[in-house]
């Protein structure tokens, strides 16, 4: 099915590792103009060069910090500048490290605030200008399930990502009328298959607390659809909130692709 995604121009956040991986590959085979902006610029660029020779009509990586307004401004900036147009954005950038909240300090509330709260609010605003002058625009933000219902050890993370659910449905509100849509997508857990996936900075190679593979067997035994995500499961929910052609009339809902873990109706 055609989306009509072909020579869009989209940016996608943390590009280079696990789900935003998926997202940017998914995006290349419909054929977009891919603006891959993380800090792992490394593994950015190998995702952006399978892009290329995947279908995307063009894909650039731009190093960018997106706790950091400035930057997230030069990186809009350079989308634009490249491509004419800023059509789609995908907030995807997350992090956390999971401890009960009795155990966590303020200067790990602080940086995961920043990572998935202020990154969305920076992106957001950065690329609303564009999409307001285009009449135009689609904004897709990658909350978690965490996000849905109490998950221990994920408190202050899971409060983020409802803070997100819950902006993206105010800019909704307030843009709608200027043919922006924003949505979110909340996965569950969701493993890449192969190490190669994830980029250094990914937080499943820097965390300290890993999910063995006895460990992923068990968690599968509890979804509904017995098994855990995989990064390609998120992409076709992505791909549908980005399209004004099956999507057009879809804004400020948040969907869980989370294998039934949360059911909220
Ligand atoms: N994987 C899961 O189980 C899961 C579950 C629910 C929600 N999510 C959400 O999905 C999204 C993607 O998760 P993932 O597992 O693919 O993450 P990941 O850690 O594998 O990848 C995140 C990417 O973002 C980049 N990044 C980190 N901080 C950055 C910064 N400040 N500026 C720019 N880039 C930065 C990293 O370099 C990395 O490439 C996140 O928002 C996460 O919260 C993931």
Redesign the pocket.
Known sequence: MDLGLQGKSVII?????????AITLGFAREGANLTV????VE??EQVAEEARKLGASDAQVIQ????DFDAVGKMVEAARKKYGRIDVLVN?????RLMFFSKTTPDLWERII???FL?VLNCTKQVLDTMIEQKEGAIVS?????SRQGEPTEAV?GGM?AAVNSFMKTVARENGRFGIRCNVV???????EKPEE???????KTRDVDFSEDQLEKIAKVMPLKKI?R?DD?VGAVLYFASNKVAGHATGQVLSVSGGYSMIG
């Open positions: 956040t943390g590009g280079g590792s696990n789900i935003g991986r902006a993380d800090i792992a593994q950015a960018t910090d997106v706790t995807n950038v997350g992090w956390d920043q990572i998935n990154s990658i909350s978690s399930d965490a993370y990502k909340c996965p569950g857990i969701t493993v890449a994830l980029s250094e900075q990914s937080m499943w995500g990064p998120i």
